[in-house]
């Protein structure tokens, strides 16, 4: 089906949601209380960080799912129906998740809030995994909060007392993981990756990024001989101890390089969904941070 079938397919069911909802009582949707809005993110990292600053006065849900890849997303009816019914949806930026853009562009005629968290940080385009640098996420508080606020004014001091609460949080994950990154000597801080995700984190922390498997930002983008043979040469040429694969990356083109240049292969760092293992956007970070170290230093 092309874009432009899928994305009227897709118009058709939020338009039967709404009508639905309109029929449907206060509070449907799994908000906090039965005059709550209703508040959907993209993602289930982004859904923790809206819930922290929502505190107790609503609940935020996530359109992707748990453990699920935003580059492979393919929403369902029920997806449809949720960001149609919802008062607001919260995005990482425009165009990461472009299923995401055809649900909000199908919720036509209701007056829904698009939030974009990033809005104000730079190079979006470029690269657009900002969550990976903490500080960056003090700017997807503002936004959120501000987002929040605007459909929900009575809200406005819990929020504001949310936020801040939260962002010292952020600083405090940031001091962390510099004070962990710090036990890494310097030449082996050096990151091999499945997909061009972790340049913000790197720029953050000192790293540098060796190179990536797959040559994009998109999990799901296809790898050259030649890409391979040059990602060996730069491995062996930087001495780079270990290639880091996001959960749900099959691990047979890392096992051959790991075969092929003698590094190690850590899997399951999570980096767009939350998890089993790190349930919110900071234990996320943890859990990446402390494998990171462990392979490196």
């Known amino acids: ?64 799912p748990v453990g699920g890849d935003p580059h492979s997303f393919d929403p ?14 919260i ?15 199908g919720a036509g005629g209701k007056d829904l809030l698009v939030i974009d968290a990033s809005a104000g940080l730079p190079d979006a385009k470029a690269d657009p995994h900002f969550w990976l640098d903490p500080v960056s996420m003090l700017t997807y508080v503002e936004n959120i909060r501000a987002g929040l606020v605007a459909i929900d004014p009575a809200g406005e ?8 609460a939260y962002e010292s949080k952020l600083r405090d994950l940031d001091a962390w993981i510099a ?10 801080r050096l990151l091999v990756t499945n ?31 030649e890409g391979l043979a040059g990602l060996v040469k730069a491995i062996n040429a930087t001495g ?5 694969l996001e959960t ?26 939350v998890g089993p293992d790190a349930p919110s956007y900071i234990a996320m970070m943890q859990w990446n941070v402390a494998h990171i170290v462990e392979a490196l230093k």
Do not use: W
Request: glycine share 8%; net charge negative.
């Open 1 to 64: 089906m092309s874009r432009a079938l899928y994305a009227a397919a897709l118009a058709a069911v939020a338009m039967a949601a709404l009508l639905a909802a309109a029929c449907g009582s206060p509070g449907e949707g799994g908000v906090a209380g039965s005059t709550s809005p209703s508040v959907v993110a993209e993602t289930s990292f982004l859904a923790d960080i809206a819930q922290n600053v929502a505190g107790t006065r609503l609940v935020v849900s996530s359109v992707l």
């Open 179 to 188: 004070a962990q990154v710090a036990v890494i000597p310097q030449g082996r």
């Open 76 to 89: 369902t009816p029920k997806d449809a129906a949720k960001v149609a019914k919802a008062d607001a949806v």
């Open 195 to 225: 997909h061009e995700s972790f340049g913000r984190f790197a720029a953050r922390y000192g790293f540098t990024v060796v190179g990536t498997i797959l040559p994009s930002a998109e999990s799901e983008a296809a790898p050259s001989a």
């Open 248 to 273: 749900g990356n099959a691990p047979d083109l890392a096992e051959q390089l790991a075969r092929e240049t003698g590094i190690k292969v850590v899997t399951d760092l999570y980096t767009h969904s």
């Open 91 to 105: 995005i990482n930026t425009p165009g990461f998740e472009p299923p995401v853009d055809d649900l909000i562009a």
């Open 240 to 244: 780079a101890p270990a290639i880091f």
């Open 157 to 164: 001091q819990e929020y504001t007392a949310s936020a801040a």
